[in-house]
């Protein structure tokens, strides 16, 4: 089992900058992958950026790449989304999740989620 914990969601206007930690428990953290995804109301969840093992290689969706990092700290057990110019259609919940084997953008990929973190961007 993996627990996941998100912390850092709240209110923010747009353009503003909002970083989000993930921190994990349950299992060696460096053998999961990880991923942001994220939900809007009446939609459903959406990639955001996925991170590997050791953090050397990331991926974005495309409408993030740019303005979000994806990050991990190993020694932490914590994977980190900054989001910098934060725009009124990234509110959603952010979801962070842990793929036993692989990463990538796939729903289907990942085993373990956390319960969410609200980001909510005004106009």
């Known amino acids: 089992q993996v627990q996941l914990v998100e912390s850092g969601g709240g209110l923010v206007q747009a353009g503003d900058s909002l970083s989000l930690s993930c921190a994990a428990s349950?299992?060696?953290?460096?053998?999961?992958?990880m991923g942001w995804f994220r939900q809007a109301p009446g939609k459903e969840r959406e990639f955001v950026a996925a991170?590997?093992?050791?953090?050397?290689?990331?991926y974005y969706a495309d409408s993030m790449k740019g303005r979000f990092t994806i990050s991990r700290d190993n020694a932490k057990n914590t994977v980190y989304l900054r989001m910098n110019s934060l725009k009124p259609e990234d509110t959603a919940v952010y979801y962070c999740?842990?793929?036993?084997?692989?990463?990538?953008?796939?729903?289907?990929?990942?085993?373990?989620w956390g319960q969410g973190t609200q980001v909510t961007v005004s106009s």
């Open positions: 999740a842990a793929a036993l084997t692989g990463w990538g953008e796939r729903v289907k990929k990942y085993d373990y």
């Open positions: 349950g299992r060696t953290f460096i053998n999961l992958g």
């Open positions: 991170i590997s093992w050791g953090g050397g290689s990331a």
